[in-house]
Nanobody
């Protein structure tokens, strides 16, 4: 059983920064593609950032230039560095690990950006 545990969420003022972490149990991490998603109240879950096992990254247009996804395979951890935060970034952020034959989610961590 794979578990993904997010941490690092919290309350921050607009313009501030947070770094989210997602630690994975099990032995799938290094070969998994990893993603960060978010869901704001009343909205659908959306992809924020994605990184492949080969370290190729892509971002939602709304966060390009402000957020950075990275991974440390030695620590089985994926990170999301969030800078220049805006109130519209407020959401629950979820970590995802996936390949063709599996798809795992973390429990989510709340990020609240005050104006």
């Amino acid at each position: 059983q794979v578990q993904l545990v997010e941490s690092g969420g919290g309350l921050v003022q607009a313009g501030g920064s947070l770094r989210l972490s997602c630690a994975a149990s099990g032995n799938i991490f290094s070969r998994s593609a990893m993603g960060w998603y978010r869901q704001a109240p009343g909205k659908q879950r959306e992809l924020v950032a994605h990184i492949t096992s080969g370290y190729i990254t892509n971002y939602a247009d709304s966060v390009k230039g402000r957020f950075t996804i990275s991974r440390d395979n030695a620590k089985n951890t994926v990170y999301l560095q969030m800078d220049s935060l805006k109130p519209e970034d407020t959401a629950v952020y979820y970590c995802n690990a996936h390949m063709i034959n599996y798809d795992y989610w973390g429990q989510g961590t709340q990020v609240t950006v005050s104006s």
